[in-house]
């Protein structure tokens, strides 16, 4: 099991950046893929961006893509999310999550969740 927090969310206007940051704990972290997933109010939740654990790749959705930059520091259990150029759309409660021996953004396949963090695009 792998406990997850995430930081990071707030006020931003459309245009601007915002990094979140979420911090893992538990066994064997640095192998676990590790992803952001988020959830506007009357929507599914959906995936933001994943990378694989110690060998793994990023991947993106097309809505964040050349916007977004995942990342991940192994040394302190932690995976960022750059968001820049943000929209009102980008607009939700931004979870991490973490799953073992996947790599891919759909948010059913992911046991481990974080509490969520607000994002709110606004002018």
């Known amino acids: 099991q792998v406990q997850l927090v995430e930081s990071g969310g707030g006020l931003v206007q459309p245009g601007g950046s915002l990094t979140l940051s979420c911090v893992a704990s538990?066994?064997?972290?640095?192998?676990?893929?590790i992803g952001w997933f988020r959830q506007a109010p009357g929507k599914e939740r959906e995936g933001v961006s994943v990378?694989?654990?110690?060998?793994?790749?990023?991947y993106y959705s097309d809505s964040v893509k050349g916007r977004f930059t995942i990342s991940r520091d192994n040394a302190k259990n932690t995976v960022y999310l750059q968001m820049t150029s943000l929209k009102p759309e980008d607009t939700a409660v931004y979870y991490c999550?973490?799953?073992?021996?996947?790599?891919?953004?759909?948010?059913?396949?992911?046991?481990?969740w974080g509490q969520g963090t607000q994002v709110t695009v606004a002018s």
């Open positions: 990378i694989g654990g110690r060998y793994g790749g990023t």
């Open positions: 999550a973490a799953g073992f021996g996947i790599v891919v953004l759909n948010p059913d396949l992911y046991d481990n």
């Open positions: 538990g066994s064997q972290v640095d192998y676990y893929t």
